[in-house]
């Protein structure tokens, strides 16, 4: 009876790790405006640390290929990003703010379920990831030159701010919201566009955030994902 109580058990188990995984999200890429599976047409998952039955979601096993599109896509974009003048690029980066302040609780749920910080930890991972943005799109209309005396007489010279380019962001775990917000919006209120590869221990906090770039506006291919 103890060994059939075992097996029922063991059984048991079994399914709920095989549901949790049937039922498990797939994700996709983020490449000029669109989400998009990998090239290669595979995904690897992203499993619950404390309850290793949950898969947290499936996620693209990208190649070069779709690194090369998601720059080309940053690189067609780029242009009329820049040109945009930087207090209209702080409202998109305002927007953002608001969208990560509204999802907050759930972006720290779902940090815990894929990285194993308790909750008061992952809430203020995201708070610094609002708190940064919030802070960043103020820069929008502080993005100043400098002028100093030239050689020559009623002559100044004048330094004016220009975008680098394309930046590529590649991102660690340990603050997987954070982490990327540093690098993702003092990028963008420059002028920037971006690609970002998050860390495969947590690639859906690096998701929720570039999700909401998209729902406060961002203009495609100014931020990809991969």
Request: proline share 7%.
């Amino acid at each position: 009876m103890a060994q059939a109580k075992k097996a029922l058990v063991k059984k048991s188990r079994k399914g709920g790790r095989a549901a949790a995984k049937s039922g498990a999200r797939t994700f996709r890429n983020y490449v000029g405006g669109e989400w998009v599976a990998s090239g290669s047409g595979e995904t690897f998952e992203n499993v619950n640390p404390a309850d290793t039955r949950e898969v947290v979601g499936r996620f693209p096993l990208s190649t070069a290929e779709d690194m090369n599109r998601a720059v080309e896509a940053a690189r067609a974009a780029a242009d009329k990003w820049r040109r945009l003048p930087a207090p209209r690029r702080a409202e998109v980066l305002f927007r953002l703010g608001e969208i990560l302040m509204r999802g907050k609780d759930r972006f720290a749920e779902d940090m815990t379920r894929e990285m194993g910080k308790v909750l008061k930890e992952t809430g203020g991972d995201v708070q610094e990831a609002i708190d940064c943005t919030y802070y960043t799109a103020g820069e929008g209309r502080r993005l100043h030159g400098f002028t100093t005396p030239a050689e020559m007489p009623d002559k100044f010279a004048m330094c004016v701010r220009q975008p680098v380019g394309l930046c590529g962001l590649i991102t660690p775990w340990n603050f997987p919201m954070a982490i990327p917000s540093w690098k993702l919006i003092p990028a963008l209120v420059c002028g920037n566009t971006v690609v970002i590869k998050p860390a495969e221990d947590t690639p859906l906090s690096t998701y929720n955030l570039v999700k909401a770039c998209e729902e406060a506006a961002a203009p495609p291919g100014v931020v990809n994902l991969v």
